[in-house]
């Protein structure tokens, strides 16, 4: 299995609180993602890092930021909690070369109360 | 608008059983196709398909990408209570290697 952790694994918080969701990998691949997945909707993206201090918005970016200081950590942090952002949230990684795929870390399962 | 539809959204079968599961795609720059299988956690990779025709197999699951006709089907043989997941088709059009996804299928087998 590709070298990607998430943390927390779980996280229960309450609304209009800001919580900060972390992505390592040991893979020191160049791509990063952060996608969410809720029933009906399949995983969407959030954001995404192509490099270090590189990132740009995916199509439900509203309400979350990110940072990429290191080719290894990539941290999606929600500004202020809303119910509407319970979710599972996954990272994924990929290389550059053509016949890279995404590998998927384990998910962190957030309620927001 | 890049989009991938797969039907159908869910089946139940029987174990033993064969089924065959669909993925149709329209996009402006294909790289390639993925297929993942989503258990009660992360997806986990299970085939890339970049050219028409060449099948790819594992074990009891095959793979075919028509370029043509743009789509995809991923075949399950003699089907186990463990192939009970749900398979996502995403493909690749270029854009930072951004995945374009699909709603995925679930599928249940029964013993």
């Known amino acids: 299995d590709a070298g990607i952790t998430q943390s927390p694994r779980h996280k229960v918080t309450e609304t209009g609180t800001p919580v900060t969701l972390r992505c390592h990998q040991t893979?020191?691949?160049?791509?990063m993602y952060w996608y969410r997945q809720d029933p009906g909707h399949g995983l969407r993206l959030i954001h995404y890092?192509?490099?270090?201090?590189?990132?740009d918005k995916g199509e439900v970016s509203d309400g979350y930021s990110v940072s990429r200081s290191k080719t290894e950590d990539f941290l999606l942090t929600l500004e202020s909690a809303t119910s509407s952002q319970t979710s599972v949230y996954f990272c994924?990684?990929?290389?550059?070369?053509?016949?890279?795929?995404?590998?998927f870390g384990p998910g962190t399962r957030l309620t927001v109360l | 608008e890049d989009k991938v539809v797969q039907s159908p959204l869910s089946l139940v079968v029987h174990e033993g059983d064969t089924v065959t599961l669909n993925c149709s795609y329209e996009?402006?720059?294909?790289?390639?196709l993925l297929w993942y299988k989503q258990e009660k956690k992360a997806p986990t990779f299970l085939f890339m398909l970049?050219?028409s025709g060449i099948e790819k197999k594992s074990g009891r699951l095959s793979s075919i990408l028509d370029k043509k006709e743009l789509f995809s089907i991923l075949n399950i043989t003699a089907t186990q209570t463990g192939d009970s997941a749900i398979y996502l088709c995403?493909?690749?059009?270029?854009?930072?290697?951004?995945?374009?996804w699909g709603l995925g299928t679930s599928l249940a087998v029964n013993p």
């Open positions: 994924a990684i990929s290389g550059s070369r053509p016949t890279d795929t995404q590998y």
């Open positions: 995403a493909v690749d059009a270029g854009n930072n290697r951004k995945l374009i």
């Open positions: 996009v402006t720059n294909f790289r390639s």
């Open positions: 890092s192509y490099g270090v201090k590189d990132t």
């Open positions: 893979e020191n691949h160049r791509y």
């Open positions: 970049t050219s």
